[in-house]
T-cell receptor, first 110, second 113 residues
Framework: QKEVEQNSGPLSVPEGAIASLNCTYSDRVSQSFFWYRQYSGKSPELIMSIYSNGDKEDGRFTAQLNKASQYVSLLIRDSQPSDSATYLC??????????FGAGTRLFVKA | NAGVTQTPKFRILKIGQSMTLQCTQDMNHNYMYWYRQDPGMGLKLIYYSVGAGITDKGEVPNGYNVSRSTTEDFPLRLELAAPSQTSVYFCASNPGTANTEAFFGQGTRLTVV
């Protein structure tokens, strides 16, 4: 069974701090990695994608991928209350399927 | 752009009833997916399709059926609804290459009583 594991949280950080979200996956041949943000009662929306080892930065968001350790993370700098949401890690296993983790709930306190 | 549209947004079914969740996309995407999301859980793949006339089972297909007669539409059929099918259902699509994001509909919240 291919799995994607995340700490369910909640992760609570003060406004302006760095939030660090982590994800591990079991399928070594995974090729694509995504972070989705999901507000309560809403559908997931893509915030970052990463395909090769290293860091990828987009504004306040940085995705980090380490395929040897089967580990992907998301850093949110200068966290804002509007970042409070559930963050879903998703892994493309090749072919047409994407496996989602259960998500980490993030609370940013003003 | 409408993107991915799901109907209805909410529905209450009685045990044993049947219904069809509608999903349509206007982006000419080849790949379409149905997921369910239970409270506090991630998305579980029910069925997917890589093009008109082609469908396949995901992780949790039991109790569901799908069809894909056109590129745009990918309805999900629930036969003999059970309380275990109470969930939020999301339809998604992507252009058809493995490493691209999925675009999600707004979801259907289904309760079976």
């Amino acid at each position: 069974q291919k799995e994607v594991e995340q700490n369910s949280g909640p992760l609570s950080v003060p406004e302006g701090a760095i939030a660090s979200l982590n994800c591990t996956y079991s399928d070594r041949v995974s090729q694509s990695f995504f972070w989705y943000r999901q507000y309560s009662g809403k559908s997931p929306e893509l915030i970052m994608s990463i395909y090769s080892n290293g860091d990828k930065e987009d504004g306040r968001f940085t995705a980090q991928l380490n395929k040897a350790s089967q580990y992907v993370s998301l850093l949110i700098r200068d966290s804002q209350p509007s970042d409070s949401a559930t963050y879903l890690c998703a892994v493309g296993t090749g072919g047409f399927k994407t496996i989602f983790g259960a998500g980490t709930r993030l609370f940013v306190k003003a | 752009n409408a993107g991915v549209t799901q109907t209805p947004k909410f529905r209450i079914l009685k045990i044993g009833q049947s219904m069809t969740l509608q999903c349509t996309q206007d982006m000419n995407h080849n790949y379409m997916y149905w997921y369910r999301q239970d409270p506090g859980m991630g998305l579980k793949l029910i069925y997917y399709s890589v093009g008109a006339g082609i469908t396949d089972k995901g992780e949790v297909p039991n109790g569901y059926n799908v069809s894909r007669s056109t590129t745009e539409d990918f309805p999900l059929r629930l036969e003999l609804a059970a309380p275990s099918q109470t969930s939020v259902y999301f339809c998604a699509s992507n252009p058809g290459t493995a490493n691209t994001e999925a675009f999600f509909g707004q979801g259907t919240r289904l309760t079976v009583v």
